[in-house]
């Protein structure tokens, strides 16, 4: 199972300079990837949303600037809510990541649901999962296509060619309902869970993915299972990846033992790294110990 590590994107540890340490760090220490999200905008009430969302930087440029300061760790985006963007200007963007980086891209897309951020972009809530389905039709052929053509009821390509073409990219679908776990088996190369999944549920949804897949002709053992660790280091016990280090590495151990393919540790969500209100020295501090203590070859 492959560990990774969420990348400084969100509150005080979130910054140039962390950015390049902690993926540096990752790489050196073998994680096997490195995590960004995504949040355009938050209510104008600052406790209507979790404090990880109120300041976050973009994920894809985010990357970028990792991919410049990485050679091997893998790059990924957990996860880029596919309804903001147009797939044409998505495809041109993670084509270019993922060429510039040498094929590490592992492209995660959701659906959204954010209210402020669909107005803002001019999208709908509606039909979300009827407008995943063909945007990523239309992903697969900007992707792989020399002629690249879709006509759909939401998204059209006329006859064109996009170049360069990626390397990958691996395209994965986040959600937690039965709809997109079974969307993610059907189309996609795996499928993520979310910060609020309950992990001792997580079984079964795997399975659901799998399921679905194989009904699709896939490999169903093929399908990756990547799972965001909200990490609690010092934390509740009672509760899975919170707790002592012994006790995180234990319960990454057991995700493995339900088929998860991999794990990646995302301290944005520990208020004590990832929230803005945090005094940046003590946020990185703490961040750069769990790093180190959570390391893979531990």
Known sequence: MRIGFGAPVSGAW?????????????????????WTFQRLLTPADP???????????????????????????RLGVAVLNLPFVSPAYLAKQASTLDLLSGGRLDLGLGTGWQREEFVASGATLERRGARAEEYLQA?????????????????????????????????LLGGAAEAALRRAGRLADGWMSRSATDLTKISGQIATVRE??????????????????????????????????????????????QGVTEVFYDLNWDPQVGSPDVDPAAATARAEEILHELRPDR
């Open 212 to 257: 679905a897949a194989e009904k699709a002709g896939k490999d169903p053992d093929a399908v990756r299972i990547v799972v965001r660790g909200v990490v609690r280091a010092g934390g509740e016990p009672d509760q899975r990846l919170s707790g002592s280090y012994d006790k995180i590495r234990e319960d990454t151990a057991w995700l493995g033992e």
């Open 14 to 34: 979130a910054g140039p300079e962390n950015l390049a340490r902690f993926a540096e760090r990752a790489e050196e220490l073998g994680y096997g990837s490195l």
């Open 139 to 171: 992903l697969h052929t900007l992707f792989r296509d020399e002629v690249s053509e879709f006509d759909g009821e939401f998204y059209t390509v006329v006859p064109s060619r996009m170049a360069p073409k990626p390397v990958g990219p691996a395209l």
């Open 47 to 73: 406790e209507a949303l979790d404090v990880v969302y109120r300041s976050v930087l973009d994920p894809l440029v985010a990357l970028s600037y990792v991919a410049a300061r990485t050679t091997r760790i």
